[in-house]
């Protein structure tokens, strides 16, 4: 089966640092994404891991590590405009559908 | 740069009526996917076409179908109508092949309202 965890929601302060994780237990591995969405909104891409290591990305950055199942998204010098929904999403098996989790809804307070 | 289109962007309908919901997507990408995003819910895969053919089914109720046509444009087609049809309907879509990897590029989304 596929599952996806990552925490409901967050608050962190503007300017700060924050960290969303999420773990995967999924049948078949091929590339995990994060994506932004704003209330109503599209999910907009924000960055894709498919080795273990860092990727960096501006403010943006994501870890994955393929024999824990987990991946992080770091987010530098929050602005509130950062208030938004994150999902992790995985790639099973190449070109199929992506498995979403639920999302975590962070929230910038001045 | 040209974005995957959906149209309508807003549709109202009543219980029991049908409903018809566009995905045009970006030159030289040939996979659609179709997604339901209930409110506050996470996307929903609901099924895919490659080539104009299904290629992935997800939790589409049988009440629904799609078909992509010769222009790689997609149609979903949702009959029967239920309160619990009201969701964002998001398509997106990839180009097959050629890259090293598969990011689906969304549309903005319909949001449909049956009441």
């Known amino acids: 089966g596929q599952n996806i965890d990552q925490p409901t929601e967050m608050t962190a302060t503007e300017g700060a640092i924050v960290q969303i994780n999420c773990t995967y237990q999924t049948s078949g591995f091929n590339g995990l994404f994060w994506y932004q969405q704003h209330a109503g909104e599209a999910p907009t891409f924000l960055s894709y891991?498919?080795?273990?290591g860092l990727e960096e990305k501006g403010r943006f950055s994501s870890f994955l590590s393929r024999s824990k199942g987990y991946s992080y998204l770091l987010l530098k010098e929050l602005q509130m405009k950062d208030s938004a929904s994150y999902l992790c999403?995985?790639?099973?098996?190449?070109?199929?559908?992506?498995?979403f989790g639920k999302g975590t809804r962070l929230s910038v307070i001045a | 740069a040209a974005g995957v289109i959906q149209s309508p962007r807003h549709l109202i309908k009543e219980k029991r009526e049908t409903a018809t919901l566009k995905c045009y997507p970006i030159p030289r990408h040939d996979t659609v996917y179709w997604y339901q995003q209930g409110p506050g819910q996470d996307p929903q895969f609901l099924i895919s076409?490659?080539?104009?053919?299904?290629?992935d089914k997800g939790s589409i109720p049988d009440r629904f179908s799609a078909q992509q046509f010769s222009d790689y444009h997609s149609e979903l087609n949702m009959s029967s109508l239920e309160l619990g049809d009201s969701a964002l309907y998001f398509c997106?879509?990839?180009?097959?092949?050629?890259?090293?990897?598969?990011?689906?590029?969304f549309g903005p989304g319909t949001r449909l309202t049956v009441l």
């Open positions: 076409f490659y080539e104009k053919m299904q290629s």
């Open positions: 891991n498919v080795l273990d």
């Open positions: 999403a995985v790639h099973a098996p190449r070109n199929t559908p992506l498995v």
């Open positions: 997106a879509t990839t180009p097959w092949g050629g890259r090293s990897y598969n990011e689906q590029f």
